[in-house]
Structure formats: C-alpha cells, structure tokens
C-alpha cells in the first residue's frame, strides 16, 4: 500500500510533491479522497485523457470542459469570481485567493477550486496540495465536519503546545495525558 | 503584549533603544527619537557598498536562530544575479515559536525599526520590495505595521522617489498562518508564492534564489532593527556589545514559575543571568533543567547555567537561541517527559517532505512516547542516539535536526533519569504515567 505502513500509519501525505517534482514525470498519482470528493491527479498528460484535452483546450484558450466534476454541488460562482478579478487571476496570488474564498463560502467547495484552477491555469493538484497544507484552511463546511473535528482533537494543534509545556514543567498530576488508572485506597 | 521583564540598568538597549511611544506608529514621535536617522545616513552618505561593509563590521548575525552573518547575506545577495535584477527582502516576523512573543514584542513597542532596517537592507543590496510577513492571526500587528508603513510612505521615507533616490521601494505587510514550518525562511518564501510549505534544498540559498526565484535576503525583524543603530552608531559601537563571535543584543523570552515577559540580553550573558530573569522558584523548590530553544531547544541542567547565551556556545552545548525562548522546569518537572512532549510537538509540525522529516522525527517521537509509558525495548537509548544521529546527517531543514535536540540532550545531561525510565520502567520524578513511580513520589504527592 502506498498510503498506509504495516502499522497502519500514514505513510503517503498525499502532498504530490514527488510527482510534481520527478523530472521525467514518471511519478503519477490519482485518486479520490475518502470521501469520494476531491477527484485529483498529478501526471504526463498521456496518463490522463481528459488531462490532456485540459492542457490543450487551455493553451489554445478555450474554456475547458469539466466533465469529470459534474456530479459536484453546483455552487454559486460569483463570490470566486470577485476573489479572482481582486487578485487579477494570478495563482501567485494562490493563499490570499483561496483564504478569501474560504471567507465568502465558509469553506472551499471543490467547484471553486475547480474554477480557481481553470481560471488561473495552475494545475488543479498544486492547489489541492497548497490548500491542504495550511491548517486554516478546510474542505468541510463547519457544521457538517465531525470527522476533520476528530482529526484536529488528535493532532495537538500549534498553540495547544504553550499549555501542554506548562501541565510538563507543573510537574506531576498536571502532565497527564491519559486518564489515569483508578486509585485504589 | 506579553510584559518586559526588569533588566540591570547596564544592559544596553539597541533594538529596544527608543523608549515606548503613546501610539508606536505615531511618526512625528519615532522621528524625534531617531527613527530614520539610520536610513538617512545609509542612503545620503553612506551608499549600498559601504552599508554592507558597515553591516559585516559590526559582526551582526541572523537572529532568527541560525546566526548566519547578516552583511555576508546581503553580498550575497547584491551580487548575485545581473545588475538590474529584481532582488527581494523579506522580513520574517512569523514568531512561530507559540510560547516566545520576543518578535511580536519589538513590531508592537517599535514598528519603524523593523521598516527603517528593511528599507536599509533593500538599498544596500538594490531591492525594489521588502515584505514584512507576520503571523495573520495578529490583527492588530498587521494594522500598526500598515499604518506606519503609510506615513513613512507619506513622508517620503519609503515610496517612489524615497529620500529623493530616485528610486521606488514597496513595504508590504503580508499575513500568513496554518502551519509552524512558516517561520523557515524557504517555507515562508513558499507560502508568498501561493505554494505548499515546505522546505527547499540549499544551495542555492535564497540570497542567491528566493521569492520567485529572484534574489532575496530574508531576514529575521531583530537582526533588521538592530541595523539602523548599527548605522547611526557605528559598527565598533555594535561589535563592543555582546560577546566577541556573537555582537549586539537578542531578545529573549524568559519564563519561570513567577515570571515570563521578553527581554533583551547582551549575548554572551552568562545563562545564570537570564534565567534570573525570570524569578525565583516556587518556595523549596530546586532548578532541575532549562529549556534555550523553544520546542526545538535543548534541557541543560544546572551546571551548565554558566554557559554564555550566544550562538556557537549553546550549539557547543546541545541548544540553541531558537526563538529566544528560555523556560526554567524545577525539580517537579520530569526532563524525559519533557523531551517527549517537545519531540511530539516537532514531529506533528514536520512537513512531510523528506524521509528523516516525516518519518524519523516520528519514530523520535513514538520511541520517546513508549519510554515514557512503561513500554521501553532495552536498546532504546541505542536507538535514539543512531536514528537522532541519521536525522541530523540527512536531514532537508534544519527543523528536523533541531528537532533531535530536546531528546539528545536529556540524553546527555540527564542519563540516569532516562534510564530509570528505560530499565526500570520507572519515572523519578513520578511524572510519566502509568508507568511505576517510586514509593517516594507516591506519598509525596497531594492526593494521598
Ligand atoms: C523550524 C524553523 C522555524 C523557524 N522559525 C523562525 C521564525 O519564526 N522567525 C524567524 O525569524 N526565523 C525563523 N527560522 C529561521 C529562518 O529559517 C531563517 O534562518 C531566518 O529567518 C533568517 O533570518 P536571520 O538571518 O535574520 O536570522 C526558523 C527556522 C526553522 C528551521
Ligand atoms: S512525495 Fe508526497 S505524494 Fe509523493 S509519495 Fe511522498 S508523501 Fe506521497
Ligand atoms: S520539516 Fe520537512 S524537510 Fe524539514
């Protein structure tokens, strides 16, 4: 298995960097994320037909199709729209782009992603890859996200460590991290 | 803010030089205490070569944590590339340390010390746009630093035409958050580009290539506020403070029982000194470690309090300035423990990029978990010491090399608490849990 180690632990970050960065593109990766969302892949154009017909429809500056993404709720795509006139359709602009669309929807649906990607013409897994790596940014709406709730609570975040330092230094009794075991008198 | 702790009154001042204005981004008031004085005399009389000669004098080094000297940097810089090259500086004021406010400190009591040192950094090695990047998550940072770099546009110290140059240079402030890699400076410089943040192979170093692949100093926002006093004052000034490989002055976050608030230290003060700083200790309570670092940092025990608090000295012995955090665990602390938490703390916040980033800072981490939880293999101490050895040899960024220090050095000072914990599955500090605590430990805990 690619993603998980004999133990069970993640093993792949899903981050693509190894395929964006092998040089002769012999790395590919696709996929869909577990929850059946985020179609993505990262390759030569051969691998992927409706990559390939991307890139030309592109060059030649037609819009492009998005087939594969139909099935996606269908979002309003005017605030995108705003965000990427504001920022002039730039994708060095990506951070400030994708943190105000996270602003007008709560979060970031895939068909703005999607759109960001069409119309900026950066590569729709390098965005992916950006807007997974900062931990303010979230693919769920706020209400509906249990599972990225459960996730976070496991992962001590940043600034939970200043309290987590002060429980070590307090000694004994503070630094507990596990329940602990039941006293008997 | 986080408080200033009391210092003796021969300490030298050079970043907090200028004493606290009403409203820090009042222009008038920073002028009349000498903010600008600096890039004046660096523009009208010095000019970019000698500003750099200056800086190298002065022996000014990163205080971002590398110490890496800071004129070298921007010859670096300046030469690198072709003469009307699009060159960058990038203030780097993300403070990623959660328990160290020493950068957040100086933007907020002296935001034109950062601007002026950044506007004296993009003259000497000819940049057309210097960007201050600080953590989004303070609001009210950005604003200050977007209302001072207005009026010192406004008067023409920065802006088209600064200083009657005929030159053009953009201030910029940019907020950035998500992640504590950001403070790196090639993960900061990914994070301007709208990319993934992680770290970049080096060299080339970004003086050579950075934002967009222009040349670019980055710069921590003390060691640029400590440049115009450098400018006004002289370099011999600046090379008299401080310790002979260390000159000048660094911030510190001291922090102990009683006390925690930011100070600046001449380096090369003996550690004893800072860690006075913060206090006393809880009555009857004995100094067991000191944490110089932050999460990345190293426990020294007591003995080693007399060690000056400069760069090479605390690498010489296991730590480092980091961000200037120094943390004081008395007696009731557990440094196994603590090695454990820091190393957990660094591995959660690796980026995955590299094999001893994403996988040796963890198995750190898991080795660390399982001592501390009566789980021990008897060749663990082993273990750590050769994989802590790979990760340091092989390693991407130096966040995962200094990622092997907390664990590295409970390891050398603290070798019989660890081996409690190895051999005996026993904690003697009766910190660690489940694991057996020492009868002692038991009856002197407050719940019997
Ligand atoms: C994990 C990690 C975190 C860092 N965090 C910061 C930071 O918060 N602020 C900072 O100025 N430098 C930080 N640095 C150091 C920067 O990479 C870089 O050396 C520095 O910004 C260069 O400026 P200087 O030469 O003025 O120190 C960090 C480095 C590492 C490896
Ligand atoms: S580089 Fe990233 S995507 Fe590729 S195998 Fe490694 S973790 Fe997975
Ligand atoms: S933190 Fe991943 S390479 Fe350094």
New binding site residues.
């Given amino acids: 298995q690619l993603l998980y180690d004999e133990y069970g632990t993640l093993k792949c970050e899903t981050c693509f960097q190894c395929a964006q960065a092998c040089p002769i593109e012999c790395i590919d990766m696709g996929g869909i994320d577990t929850k059946n969302r985020y179609h993505i892949h990262w390759g030569p154009p051969e691998t992927y037909g409706e990559r390939r017909d991307e890139s030309a429809l592109r060059r030649s500056g037609r819009p492009v199709p998005d087939r594969a993404y139909e099935h996606f709720a269908p979002i309003d795509l005017a605030p995108v729209d705003a965000v990427l006139s504001e920022y002039d359709y730039d994708p060095k602009h990506l951070l400030p782009m994708l943190e105000a669309t996270q602003a007008a929807y709560g979060y970031l649906p895939v068909a703005a992603i999607k759109h960001i990607s069409n119309m900026t013409g950066a590569w729709y897994a390098m965005i992916y890859g950006t807007a997974t790596y900062y931990g303010h940014l979230r693919f769920d709406k706020p209400a509906d996200r249990p599972q990225a709730d459960a996730l976070a609570a496991a992962r001590p975040p940043e600034s939970s460590y200043r309290d987590a330092l002060a429980g070590s230094l307090a000694g004994r009794g503070a630094a507990r991290r596990r329940p602990a075991r039941p006293r008997s008198n | 803010m986080p408080g200033l702790l009391p210092t003796p009154t021969d300490w030298p001042r050079v970043m907090l030089a200028r004493p606290t204005a009403k409203d820090p981004a009042d222009l008038d008031v920073a002028v009349r205490n000498g903010a600008f004085a600096g890039l004046r005399r660096a523009v009208h009389e010095l000019g970019p070569e000698a500003i750099i000669r200056e800086v190298s004098a002065s022996g000014l080094r ?7 000297p ?1 004129g070298e ?1 921007w010859r670096i810089c300046a030469t690198s590339g072709l003469p009307g090259q699009r060159r960058y500086v990038v203030a ?6 959660p328990a160290s406010g020493t ?1 957040r400190y100086l933007m907020e009591r002296d935001p034109y010390a950062v601007i002026e040192g950044a506007a004296i950094a993009a003259f000497a090695v000819s940049a057309g746009e210097a960007i201050i990047a600080v953590r989004g998550e303070d609001a009210e940072i950005v604003r200050l630093l977007e209302s001072a770099i207005g009026a010192a546009e406004e008067a023409g110290f920065i802006g088209p035409d600064f200083l009657e140059t005929g030159m053009e240079l953009t201030i910029s402030v940019r907020p950035v958050q998500g992640a ?2 950001l ?3 090639t993960v900061l410089l990914k994070a301007l580009e709208g990319k993934r943040g992680q770290p970049e192979q080096r060299p080339p170093h970004p003086a050579e290539r950075g934002l967009f692949g222009q040349p670019t100093v ?4 003390q ?1 640029l506020a400590a440049v115009p006093w450098i400018v006004v004052n002289g370099a011999a000034a600046f090379a008299a403070i401080g310790s002979k490989g260390s000159p000048g002055t660094v911030l510190v976050q001291a922090r102990g029982a009683a006390r925690d608030g930011v100070a600046e230290v001449p380096l090369g003060t003996p550690l004893r000194e800072i860690v006075a700083l913060a206090g006393p200790l809880p009555q009857g309570r004995t100094a067991k470690a000191v944490l110089v670092g932050g999460p ?1 940092g190293g426990l020294l025990p007591p003995e080693m309090l007399d060690t000056p608090y400069e760069f090479d000295a605390l690498r010489a012995a296991g730590a480092h300035i980091g ?1 200037g955090s120094v943390v004081v665990a008395d007696d009731r602390a557990c440094t196994v423990d603590l090695a454990r938490l820091l190393t957990r703390f660094c591995a959660d916040e690796a980026c995955g990029k590299t094999i001893p980033c994403r996988i040796g800072t963890r198995r750190l981490s898991e080795i660390a978990e399982r001592v501390t939880s009566g789980r021990p293999r008897p060749t663990d101490t082993q273990l750590l010491g050769d994989l802590a050895s790979d990760v340091v040899e092989s390693g991407l ?3 995962e090399r ?1 990622a092997t220090l907390p664990l590295t050095s409970a390891m050398r000072y603290f070798p019989a608490e660890l081996e409690e914990h190895i051999l005996r599955s026993s904690c003697p500090a009766g910190v660690c849990n489940p694991i057996a605590m020492p009868a002692t430990a038991l009856a002197a805990s407050p719940a019997h």
């Fill in positions: 990163g205080r971002g944590g590398a110490g890496f800071t940097k780097n004021g993300y403070g990623a340390d950068d504590y890699m403070g790196e400076e980055v710069q921590n926002v060691t990345s961000s960024c130096d966040h200094l």
